[in-house]
């Protein structure tokens, strides 16, 4: 079974940019739907973005619109997110999953996950 790998995070400062990356070890990302979620400390794991891989239709979460850009590179069997103009409240541990149908917002809907990469963002 295919293994999720989140990696790109680390520690910026506010108004930075970070790309995380979410790679498939032993399968591909192919024609699955990826959802990019975040979890902070204290706080119940939340969605980010997804991106289907039916037609390519994204969803963003209202706290992160104009700033995230999710994107899926085949030749790399990645999906992607470009995170600009970071605040502090978008620290948290960022994970990437997968299912087998269309987008879906919701953490309950995603059946396999990555460890996560943790994102700091501070002064």
């Known amino acids: 079974q295919a293994q999720l790998v989140e990696s790109g995070g680390g520690l910026v400062q506010p108004g930075g940019s970070l790309r995380l990356s979410c790679a498939a070890s032993?399968?591909?990302?192919?024609?699955?739907?990826i959802g990019w979620f975040r979890q902070a400390p204290g706080k119940e794991r939340e969605g980010v973005s997804c991106i289907s891989g039916i037609d390519g239709r994204t969803h963003y979460t209202d706290s992160i619109k104009g700033r995230f850009t999710i994107s899926r590179d085949s030749a790399r069997n990645t999906v992607n997110v470009q995170m600009n103009n970071l605040k502090p409240e978008d620290t948290a541990v960022y994970y990437c999953a997968v299912r087998p149908y269309d987008i879906s917002p919701f953490v309950y809907a995603y059946p396999h996950w990555g460890q996560g990469t943790q994102v700091t963002v501070s002064s």
């Open positions: 032993g399968g591909t990302l192919g024609r699955y739907a």
